[in-house]
């Protein structure tokens, strides 16, 4: 089963070149033991895009976030795990490697 763990962070500042350097044991950790399915940094929420395009009118673009929070998805693994306590494992030792909160969603 796969799951997306989605890193959160409430700044704009990038990772540390320390943080930076234990996202990348972490990663190849994951891809040494099979987990890794793929992973992204996102940039900041200010240079996010909405796009309404529901109904019979014409598609409404909003610049910024879709919800203003303190809050946001600075990043994301989808990970392949056997069941929800191995993802939660693994969601732990990638939140310690980037010093960041995160959480676990399995994917439909």
Not at 6 to 29: C, K, Q
Not at 31 to 43: C, I, R, S, Y
Request: hydrophobic fraction near 45%.
């Amino acid at each position: 089963m796969q799951y997306f763990v989605s890193v959160l962070y409430d700044r704009g500042d990038l990772a540390t070149p320390a943080e930076m350097a234990e996202i990348d044991v972490f990663n190849e950790r994951l891809q040494a033991d099979g987990h890794w399915v793929f992973a992204a940094g996102l940039a900041a929420p200010d240079t996010a895009t909405v796009i309404d395009n529901r109904g019979d009118r014409e598609p409404i673009f909003t610049d910024g976030p879709f919800v203003e929070t303190k809050e946001f998805v600075a990043g994301f693994w989808i990970i392949e795990a056997p069941d929800l306590d191995v993802a939660l494992k693994l969601a732990a030792a990638g939140s310690k490697a980037c010093n960041r909160r995160v959480e676990v969603r399995p994917v439909r």
